[in-house]
Structures are given as structure tokens and as C-alpha cells.
């Protein structure tokens, strides 16, 4: 018997998650018809921003293998909205913000890279740590209070809107998941992330350099997370400590759904994202239902374990 | 005959106290098929594994085309022009075929200093390499997972032939393979040979070696106790070797 599994169509999965999303949608319609509006989108898209990044960060990290999951990554959006804000009170000329917290996501995910890479710490233990870490010393540095002052042409973007669609989505998420794309399909990084996610051994004997491929996307996925976090403080208007919280699951599961294997080596973003979309849709119709948010994480969970046992299952069936 | 590409002379290996190889001399040739025979234990993939830079030799030295070389990993014995294809063959399933032959060396177009493939030449040169094997497979953007055991044979191979090897070794490349597929990689073994390349080969199976090797050297206990040209010698007399049955050895292990 042939148990090798044949890489799987994008176009299925695609098709599965439309499929799925046009579901959600039409159930909603029937619950909640005055759902719909303009505005609605737009604020699907806005939350999707922020969880299309971490996502994208989080699969990249588990495509590459070795066990790889980036468990901080709410950690991290916490910590780079605070670390920026924080950065500023001390007196960063403002400007500088963006930068401030790219550079705070690039140095936290780096530091999980090096636990991963050079410690060789299994990378569920090592995230799962630095998870309470960051997100601790989110709440630690601010005992828990908002922090204000994010400067209002950083709003400007945040806020704005074009045509319905916001624009950190038109000017970040699209073109940040058009590269990933073209980078894993069409370069040689691409098929050496793709090679080690898979027999990480055979990638190690043909010379490809794994451990820094693998501190570099656990690096590229704390810059991913710091991002979210910079148009977090654009929209909202203010570094809440708690704003990363539950994006671990969130990104764990949009990955999963979007067909990254769990095991590394398979899978690819334009899932991630469609995936995403699913979700906050999901998330989104559930508050409008007034469902609370217990629930909503509950259901979030529930669908995880769901999308990992179609995997298992399908492994076992092919 | 020509001047051989390697020479292994005295080469020994010690495992702390267990010696795994002493005083082996070899020679190997270009356009030879090489046969290590030899009980389990013999010391025969230990041998390799010092060819193909895996292990660093306790004593003695290697020579390739009169040059004294120390390899320090593989990738030192490939940059000599050794490729090893173990029997786990190191290769990655969910890619294809052409994207296996050159991973780690692909042909790149460098725009802003991002690596693009280029695909069509990659498989260009892949469906030549498999042509040229009469490897029988059709397509080189087929995944490797949906391969044979054989045609997976023939992709390590063509990924050495794709390195510009020399020496190409392979440890018992037939043992998972039924009788069709064993008799292609056998095929594609003595190509290899045609095509200029010196071939070593390790195997258990006499009769495959007597078809496809051009000398054949025995191991026994970590030492080299017989080789032979193929036309000089027959299977009675080599399994008398490997079993320490024959004369010579006995001598030589009394000697001892
Ligand atoms: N890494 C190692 N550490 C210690 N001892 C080793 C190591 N590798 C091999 N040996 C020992 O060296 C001897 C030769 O082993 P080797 O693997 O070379 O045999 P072989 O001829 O390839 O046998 P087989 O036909 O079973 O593959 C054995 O006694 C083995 O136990
Ligand atoms: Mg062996």
C-alpha cells in the first residue's frame, strides 16, 4: 500500500474553505439579516489584518518542520504594542514607532529561534514558555492599563478606508501574503523550507543550512507578529497589553485549516489566508449573535481539533 | 590500465577500543564497477563512510589523482567529486523530481538578490540525465513520493551524476528492491560506469555482483582479504573468502 501522501490541491482546500465561508455567511443571513452592511466588511477585514499576519508567521514556522509551532505569537503582539509605546514615552521621536515595533517582534521571535535552533529546546516547550514571558511582561511593564498617545497620522492609515477595505489590509496583508506566495513557490528558499519541513535529515545531508533557515522564520515570524501589533496600535488608538491574547489558538488554527500540515513540509499561504477570512467571519457573525466570548474561543478550540483530526483521519485513509 | 582516480592506502578505523578497519589499501578506478563484499560487521560501510568524508580515518590516507585529501564532512568529499547515496536514499517526497536532483544547488536567477528557480531549465536538464539513464520516467515534475523503489534509485542517482560526481558509492542499493527494479538499478549502475564515473558498490547478494562488478574486494573482521577481476575468480571462491573458508584467509588470520 501507498501511504505517501500526494501533495494535497491548494484548489481543494480552497474550494472546502469558500464552500465553508459561503455556510457561515448564509447562516447568518438567516439569524442576524441586518448583519450585512459595508461596515461590517470592513471590520472583518480590519480584524483579519492582524490575524492574517500572525497566521501567515505561525505556518511558515510549522511548514519548515522540525516540530515547529510559534506558540508566542500573541506573546509577541502584546509585548512589540507595549515595547513601541513604551519606546515612545521614554522619548523615540514618533516617527520612529513603526520601526520600534518591527524591530521588538524581529528581537522576540528571534530569541524563540535561538531557544529552537541553538538550544535545541522542542519548540512546543520553548514558545509555550516565552508565551507567558512576553505576554507577562506586557502586563507586568503596564500593570495592566492601555497606553495611550499613538500618533494620530499613524491613525490616519490605521483608520483609513478605501472603498470599504481598510487600508493596513490593501497596504500590508495583501502585499506581505503576495510575497510569501511567490517566495515559497518560486525560489530556491521556497523549496528549501518545503525540503526540510519534510525529511529534515536528506535537507541536512544536501547542504542546506536548516538551523539558520529555521532562526530566520522564527525571526520573520516575530517580525510578522510586530506588525500586527503596529496596526493594532493604528487602529485602536492606544497599546493594550492584553491585545495579543488568543492569537496562538487563532493563528494555530487558521494554519491548520488553511492546509499546513501539522507535521511541516506540505501545505501553502493562499489556504492560510482564506482561512482567516473564515474565521473572523465566524468570530465576527458570533458577536453580532451576541454569543459570548467564552464561547467564541471555545469554538475556535473546537474547530482546531476538528481540522487536526480530518488531517489525521486523511492521512490514514490515503 | 589507467591511473586509478582514488587510492586508499592503509586507511584503519578505530571505535575506541573496537577496530573497525586496519590497513586497508584500495584502489578505484574510472569506468570500474568496484564490488565490497563481506560479512555483516566487515567494516564495509565503515570503509565508505571515510570515502565519503562521514567519518575522518584514525590512520592512513587518501589520494584522489595523485593529491593527498582530508574531508571533514561531506560536503568536502563532494566538493572532490564523491557522492554517496546511502541506502535511506536522503530524498524529499513532496517534491518532484527535478527539484530533488539539484536541492541545495539550484539554478537560480538572482533578481534583487531573491533566488528565483528556473524551472524550465532545471527540468530541462533533468529529463536529459534521465534520458540518458533510460531511466523510464516520463516526467521530472512528478513528486518523488509517487516513485518506485527503483525509480527512486535512478533520481539519487541522476542527483549524483547532476553533482558532476566521480566516484559515485552506493551501500546495497538493491536490498529493499524486487527482482524488476533491482535488475534496472543494475542497469543504471553499469551506465554510471560507460559513462566514465567510478562505481562502489556494496552488497550482499553474490550473483547481482558477479553481473554487474568488474573486480570485486572481500572484507573480512575490518581487513581487505581478497579482490579479484571479475573474470579471474567465481562465486564458490568469493563466499570461501567471505566465510574465512579459503586457504589464504586462514593464513593470513593465523598470521595474525
Ligand atoms: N559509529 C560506530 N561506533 C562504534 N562502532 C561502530 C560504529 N560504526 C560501526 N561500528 C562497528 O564497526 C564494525 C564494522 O561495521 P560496519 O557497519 O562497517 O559493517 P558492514 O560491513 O557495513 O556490515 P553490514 O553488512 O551489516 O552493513 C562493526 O563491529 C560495528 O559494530
Ligand atoms: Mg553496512
Known amino acids: 500500500m501507498n501511504r505517501i501522501r500526494k501533495l494535497?490541491?491548494?484548489?481543494?482546500?480552497?474550494?472546502?474553505?469558500?464552500?465553508?465561508?459561503?455556510?457561515?455567511?448564509?447562516?447568518?443571513?438567516?439569524l442576524k439579516p441586518s448583519v450585512f452592511s459595508l461596515g461590517t466588511v470592513t471590520t472583518i477585514l480590519q480584524f483579519s489584518t492582524i490575524l492574517a499576519l500572525v497566521a501567515l508567521g505561525q505556518a511558515i514556522v510549522i511548514l519548515a518542520?522540525?516540530?515547529?509551532?510559534?506558540l508566542s505569537v500573541g506573546g509577541i503582539v502584546s509585548l512589540s504594542a507595549i515595547a513601541g509605546m513604551l519606546a515612545m514615552k521614554l522619548g523615540l521621536p514618533s516617527f520612529l514607532l513603526p520601526p520600534a515595533c518591527i524591530i521588538a517582534g524581529a528581537a522576540l521571535g528571534a530569541f524563540n529561534g535561538v531557544l529552537v535552533t541553538k538550544l535545541s529546546i522542542l519548540p512546543l516547550i520553548a514558545t509555550l514558555g516565552t508565551f507567558f514571558v512576553y505576554s507577562g511582561l506586557a502586563l507586568a511593564l503596564t500593570g495592566g492599563a492601555a497606553q495611550s498617545g499613538v500618533p494620530s497620522w499613524l491613525l490616519i492609515w490605521g483608520r483609513g478606508v478605501f472603498s470599504g477595505i481598510p487600508v493596513p489590509f490593501l497596504t500590508i496583508a495583501i502585499p506581505v501574503f503576495a510575497i510569501a506566495g511567490i517566495v515559497l513557490m518560486w525560489t530556491a528558499w521556497g523549496r528549501w523550507i518545503y525540503a526540510m519541513g519534510f525529511n529534515e535529515r536528506s535537507a541536512r545531508l544536501v547542504g542546506i543550512p536548516v538551523d539558520r533557515a529555521r532562526l530566520i522564520l522564527y525571526s520573520l515570524s516575530g517580525v510578522l507578529s510586530g506588525a500586527a501589533a503596529l496596526i493594532s496600535l493604528a487602529w485602536l488608538g492606544s497599546g493594550r497589553p492584553n491585545i495579543g491574547q488568543n492569537l496562538e489558538l487563532e493563528s494555530l488554527t487558521a494554519a491548520m485549516l488553511g492546509g499546513i500540515a501539522i507535521l511541516g513540509g506540505r501545505g501553502g499561504v493562499g489556504g492560510v489566508f482564506a482561512a482567516v477570512m473564515l474565521l473572523v467571519t465566524l468570530k465576527t457573525g458570533l458577536l453580532q449573535?451576541?454569543?459570548?466570548?467564552?464561547?467564541?474561543?471555545g469554538i475556535v478550540g473546537a474547530l482546531l481539533v476538528f481540522v487536526l483530526l480530518a488531517d489525521r483521519l486523511s492521512q490514514n485513509w490515503r | 590500465m589507467t591511473a586509478p582516480f582514488l587510492v586508499a592506502k592503509g586507511i584503519a578505523k578505530r571505535f575506541g577500543a573496537l577496530t573497525a578497519l586496519s590497513g586497508v589499501d584500495l584502489e578505484i578506478r574510472s569506468g570500474e564497477v568496484l564490488a565490497l563484499l563481506g560479512d555483516n560487521g566487515a567494516g564495509k560501510s565503515t570503509f565508505i563512510k571515510i570515502l565519503a568524508g562521514a567519518h575522518p580515518a584514525s590512520d592512513g590516507e587518501l589520494v584522489i589523482e595523485?593529491?593527498?585529501?582530508?574531508?571533514?564532512?561531506?560536503?568536502?568529499?563532494?566538493?572532490?567529486?564523491i557522492a554517496t547515496i546511502f541506502q535511506e536514499l536522503a530524498l524529499s517526497e513532496n517534491l518532484s523530481i527535478s527539484e530533488n536532483v539539484f536541492l541545495g544547488r539550484e539554478l537560480k536567477r538572482s533578481v534583487l538578490g531573491v533566488p528565483f528557480l528556473r524551472r524550465a531549465d532545471m527540468r530541462q536538464r533533468v529529463d536529459g540525465l534521465l534520458k540518458e539513464l533510460d531511466a523510464h520516467i516520463s516526467d521530472p515534475e512528478a513528486p518523488v513520493g509517487s516513485l518506485s523503489g527503483g525509480q527512486r534509485q535512478a533520481v539519487a542517482i541522476c542527483r549524483a551524476l547532476n553533482l558532476n560526481a566521480r566516484l559515485v558509492i552506493m551501500d546495497?542499493?538493491?536490498?529493499?528492491?524486487?527482482v524488476a527494479e533491482t535488475r534496472k538499478v543494475l542497469a543504471l549502475t553499469r551506465r554510471l560506469a560507460e559513462r566514465g564515473c567510478a562505481v562502489v558498490l556494496i552488497s550482499h547478494n553474490i550473483s547481482e555482483v558477479f553481473e554487474v562488478a568488474d573486480r570485486i574486494v572481500v572484507f573480512r573482521r575490518g581487513r581487505k582479504v581478497a579482490e579479484r577481476l571479475r573474470a579471474e575468480t567465481n562465486p564458490e571462491e568469493i563466499v570461501s573468502f567471505i566465510t574465512g573458508a579459503h586457504p589464504d584467509v586462514r593464513a593470513l588470520e593465523k598470521a595474525n
Do not use: C, H, M, R
Open chain 2, 66 to 81: 595523485g593529491v593527498p585529501v582530508a574531508f571533514s564532512s561531506p560536503k568536502d568529499a563532494a566538493a572532490a567529486g
Open chain 2, 172 to 178: 546495497e542499493p538493491t536490498a529493499a528492491l524486487a
Open chain 1, 65 to 70: 518542520g522540525g516540530a515547529g509551532i510559534d
Open chain 1, 289 to 297: 449573535l451576541n454569543v459570548n466570548t467564552v464561547w467564541q474561543v
Open chain 1, 8 to 30: 494535497q490541491g491548494p484548489a481543494l482546500i480552497l474550494a472546502l474553505l469558500a464552500l465553508l465561508w459561503i455556510i457561515v455567511i448564509l447562516v447568518l443571513l438567516v
